[in-house]
């Protein structure tokens, strides 16, 4: 190996860490907008329910192989077990993990730039001129690649100043920031006219929903979206942590932090929907259903910051801001999957392994920029609705059928010594390996009838 691995110092900076990964786009624009469009707190219920009960035995299952194999996700799987085939299967479905990876980063990392063009569009206008500020906001191939090219810099300059100073520090300064944005947003537009309603219809669940297939499925996706799962980010943060942290409580924590931020955001922007309809804004298409998709954010709510006078601008500048931020600690985690890669099988330096995965990346997203209308959806749909939950299914497996069950106890008992007789033993080795695959894989397959 060229390098000593990285390790987090400390339970809170895998925390932060871990769930600087899990919330991100997903989080405050993901969950809010399923949420609004699939009654409300109906969503909100199976999202949790899903959360607990098939993506939190996923997490467990990355993080626990991921500690154990102290190594990135191709060796990782590719050493769990050296005999044929279960090697050469391990190697095909850790590469399948990084394409995976890879695709998500380049649509990410276009989404994230459009983020940081709306927060610079009125801080150009108030430092410049309007002919600025109109410059961030006109969607064109010189604008989206250039703020992709800044967020792609900012992900590969942490990135490559290794896990303890660059993924672990930046997580600890940015995530408390991100909260305490999120709280400020959340104080100001639930004071304003029209809020209450959108409590109510994001509170209130629309019971008759709550077993439809089509809400079920979406709750999943977002779930594993949510999370990092599939395509070993969970993993190879597992394999950072100490061998004394309790995985089980862990991995318990960064579920409770994700799925604590997604309901947190929808106190955000449901309220927020509904106090533009109050100012007059559309909110429903000419179809009559809810603008949810890239029209809430870069037109419903730009609508509402402009009728707030003043105070709009500086809510425009904070809500994109809190986006940007949200979404550079996801893409870090997402980076270090082929930069972990890079450095362990290939001995590349750190900073050459960072600077070379983002710039493939790059050209990956540009090459999207490009071939918006044939590839975007694609890329997307391929990623996340069938990559990840097909890979999920494979990672639970490998952890409940490739690694013995004596293995599996002798790891998690290294940071929590009664595990034996804890509920969490008695449930979750037989949970991953037959309840956990057959739901996901069950969910999965309603969902292409
Ligand atoms: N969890 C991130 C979000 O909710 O926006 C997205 C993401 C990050 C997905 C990392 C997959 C991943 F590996």
Same mark, same amino acid.
């Given at each position: 190996?060229?390098?000593?691995?990285?390790?987090?110092?400390?339970?809170?900076?895998?925390?932060?860490?871990?769930?600087?990964?899990?919330?991100?786009?997903?989080?405050?624009?993901? /969950?809010?907008?399923?949420?609004?469009?699939? $009654?409300? !707190? =109906?969503?909100? #219920?199976?999202?949790? *329910? @899903?959360? +607990?009960?098939?993506?939190?035995?996923?997490?467990?299952?990355?993080?626990?192989?991921?500690?154990?194999?102290?190594?990135?996700?191709?060796?990782?799987?590719?050493?769990?077990?050296?005999?044929?085939? /279960?090697?050469?299967?391990?190697?095909?479905? $850790?590469? !399948? =993990?990084?394409? #995976?990876?890879?695709? *998500? @980063?380049? +649509?990410?990392?276009?989404?994230?730039?459009?983020?940081?063009?709306?927060?610079?569009?009125?801080?150009?206008?108030?430092?410049?001129?309007?002919?600025?500020?109109?410059?961030?906001?006109?969607?064109? /191939?010189?604008?989206?690649?250039?703020?992709?090219?800044?967020?792609?810099?900012?992900?590969?300059?942490? *990135?490559?100043?290794?896990?303890?100073?660059?993924?672990?520090?930046?997580?600890?300064?940015?995530?408390?920031?991100?909260?305490?944005?999120?709280?400020?947003?959340?104080?100001?537009?639930?004071?304003?006219?029209?809020?209450?309603?959108?409590?109510?219809?994001?509170?209130?669940?629309?019971?008759?929903?709550?077993?439809?297939?089509?809400?079920?499925?979406?709750?999943?996706?977002?779930?594993?979206?949510?999370?990092?799962?599939?395509?070993?980010?969970?993993?190879?943060?597992?394999?950072?942590?100490?061998?004394?942290?309790?995985?089980?409580?862990?991995?318990?924590?960064?579920?409770?932090?994700?799925?604590?931020?997604?309901?947190?955001?929808?106190?955000?922007?449901?309220?927020?929907?509904?106090?533009?309809?109050?100012?007059?804004?559309?909110?429903?298409?000419?179809?009559?259903?809810?603008?949810?998709?890239?029209?809430?954010?870069?037109?419903?709510?730009?609508?509402?910051?402009?009728?707030?006078?003043?105070?709009?601008?500086?809510?425009?500048?904070?809500?994109?801001?809190?986006?940007?931020?949200?979404?550079?600690?996801?893409?870090?985690?997402?980076?270090?999957?082929?930069?972990?890669?890079?450095?362990?099988?290939?001995?590349?330096?750190?900073?050459?392994?960072?600077?070379?995965?983002?710039?493939?990346?790059?050209?990956?997203?540009?090459?999207?920029?490009?071939?918006?209308?044939?590839?975007?959806?694609?890329?997307?749909?391929?990623?996340?609705?069938?990559?990840?939950?097909?890979?999920?299914?494979?990672?639970?497996?490998?952890?409940?059928?490739?690694?013995?069950?004596?293995?599996?106890?002798?790891?998690?008992?290294?940071?929590?010594?009664?595990?034996?007789?804890?509920?969490?033993?008695?449930?979750?080795?037989?949970?991953?390996?037959?309840?956990?695959?057959?739901?996901?894989?069950?969910?999965?397959?309603?969902?292409?009838?």
């Amino acid at each position: 190996m060229a390098q000593s691995r990285g390790q987090f110092s400390s339970k809170i900076g895998f925390l932060l860490a871990a769930a600087g990964s899990a919330v991100g786009l997903g989080n405050i624009w993901g /969950f809010p907008t399923q949420a609004a469009s699939n $009654g409300g !707190a =109906a969503f909100l #219920v199976v999202y949790l *329910i @899903l959360a +607990f009960l098939l993506a939190y035995p996923a997490l467990m299952a990355e993080l626990t192989i991921g500690r154990y194999s102290k190594a990135n996700v191709v060796t990782a799987l590719a050493n769990l077990n050296p005999r044929a085939p /279960f090697s050469q299967l391990g190697w095909l479905v $850790g590469f !399948a =993990a990084v394409a #995976v990876a890879v695709i *998500i @980063l380049s +649509f990410y990392a276009l989404v994230a730039g459009w983020m940081l063009a709306e927060f610079f569009a009125p801080l150009a206008a108030k430092l410049a001129n309007q002919e600025a500020s109109l410059w961030f906001k006109t969607g064109h /191939f010189q604008r989206d690649a250039l703020m992709c090219a800044g967020m792609s810099t900012l992900t590969v300059l942490i *990135i490559a100043r290794g896990v303890e100073n660059g993924i672990e520090a930046w997580s600890t300064r940015l995530m408390p920031l991100l909260f305490l944005i999120l709280i400020g947003l959340i104080g100001y537009v639930l004071m304003q006219p029209g809020a209450s309603d959108g409590l109510k219809a994001y509170l209130i669940p629309d019971i008759g929903r709550l077993l439809d297939p089509a809400l079920i499925l979406s709750a999943m996706g977002q779930a594993f979206f949510s999370l990092s799962l599939g395509v070993g980010t969970m993993l190879i943060y597992g394999s950072y942590l100490r061998d004394t942290d309790n995985l089980p409580r862990m991995g318990a924590s960064v579920t409770l932090l994700d799925t604590g931020f997604a309901f947190t955001a929808g106190l955000l922007i449901i309220p927020a929907i509904y106090v533009a309809q109050a100012q007059g804004v559309a909110v429903y298409s000419d179809s009559g259903e809810l603008i949810a998709g890239p029209g809430l954010i870069f037109q419903v709510l730009p609508a509402l910051f402009a009728h707030m006078g003043g105070a709009g601008d500086w809510m425009a500048i904070a809500f994109f801001a809190l986006m940007s931020i949200a979404a550079l600690t996801s893409a870090i985690s997402l980076l270090e999957v082929p930069v972990s890669i890079c450095v362990e099988r290939w001995q590349l330096s750190r900073t050459k392994a960072a600077w070379l995965s983002g710039g493939v990346i790059f050209s990956l997203s540009v090459l999207i920029i490009w071939q918006f209308d044939a590839l975007f959806s694609l890329a997307i749909t391929a990623s996340t609705v069938y990559g990840q939950p097909l890979l999920g299914v494979t990672l639970c497996l490998f952890a409940g059928w490739v690694l013995s069950r004596k293995k599996l106890l002798s790891e998690l008992a290294k940071g929590h010594p009664e595990i034996e007789s804890s509920l969490f033993w008695k449930i979750w080795p037989t949970y991953v390996r037959f309840v956990c695959p057959a739901l996901i894989i069950l969910t999965f397959v309603q969902s292409l009838r």
